[in-house]
């Protein structure tokens, strides 16, 4: 089975919630995860950020969902981390 | 429910339109009440009843008509606030906050608007009713609404001196003012 590590996403999203907010929304969900938003572009009603997630066993959808709800929509995956753990062995 | 409200009121600020509602409309119920009051004050004497039910009617209609019309102008505003931002993001944001929010919040705003002058104005009559019903106010009905719509004036004016960041007093004084100014421009073109 795998299991999701990193992922960075490229997110534009309204000027509100404001990045902080966002961050905070996205971590809500995705218990003991990290979350790091980084703003790249600004315009007059929108901002392009660069979300990267990190935890144990990310739900990619769960973060998707939390960004459409917010208003924001994902461009692109542009780095992804998966682990893939030994599943156990068959008894008998 | 409560928290979702309390996200979208602060996705879009509505927090601060509310609040704005709040006192222009509180403050446009109070200052007809007073209005209504001195008017009958000055005027011949009329039964109780008549002056609590031209209250009442005038409290009902502010409230109706804060109500609607702030409903009417923040779902427009709301729904060109939303197109705005669909063409800026190039996306359909009927399923996320700021969709609910275009038909929550002027929900929100339209009871704010409404309840400030309708509970005003309810408080002012308050003193009426208790006439009527027979207590013993330590002023008659009329100058006791007058009294209370006077003090709820001042209450108006110390809540804006804690937004301002100004000094309390001063700013109850100064709707206290415009309330004892209003009073004397009904005296004056009775």
């Not at chain 1, 509100?16 to 809500?28: R, V």
């Not at chain 2, 009051?37 to 002056?51: K, M, R, Y």
């Not at chain 2, 505003?77 to 929550?104: C, F, I, P, T, W």
């Amino acid at each position: 089975m795998a299991c999701v590590k990193r992922i960075v996403l490229d997110v534009l999203k309204p000027h509100q919630p404001n990045g902080l907010e966002f961050s905070l929304a996205i971590a809500d969900k995705s218990p003991s995860a990290r979350v790091k938003l980084t703003v790249a572009t600004v315009d007059e009603k929108t901002e392009t950020v660069v979300i990267e997630v990190e935890g144990s066993n990310l739900d990619y959808q769960a973060i998707h969902d939390v960004i459409a709800g917010l208003g924001a929509s994902i461009h692109s995956i542009d780095e992804v981390e998966v682990e893939s753990t030994a599943e156990p062995e068959a008894a008998g | 429910m409560l928290r979702q409200l309390r996200a979208l009121l602060q996705i879009t600020h509505t927090q601060l339109i509310a609040r704005r509602y709040f006192i222009v409309n509180g403050f446009d119920g109070a200052l007809t009440m007073q209005g209504l009051i001195v008017g009958f004050e000055v005027s011949a004497p009329v039964d109780l009843s008549v002056v609590i039910t031209a209250c009442v009617g005038a409290a009902v209609a502010l409230g109706v008509s804060g109500m609607t019309s702030a409903w009417l102008s923040e779902a427009a505003e709301k729904q060109n606030e939303l197109r705005a931002l669909e063409r800026a993001m190039v996306a359909d944001l009927g399923a996320s906050a700021y969709g609910r929010a275009a038909h929550v919040l002027p929900v929100v705003i339209a009871l704010v608007n409404g309840a400030a002058p309708l509970m005003i104005s309810l408080l002012i009559i308050t003193p009426l009713w208790l006439g009527q019903a027979g207590m013993t106010l330590l002023l008659p009905p009329l100058p006791a609404a007058l009294v209370t719509a006077l003090a709820l004036i001042f209450l108006l004016g110390i809540y804006l001196g804690r937004i301002s960041g100004t000094f309390w007093l001063w700013s109850g004084i100064r709707t206290l003012l415009i309330a004892v100014a209003t009073a004397a421009l009904i005296l004056l073109i009775r």
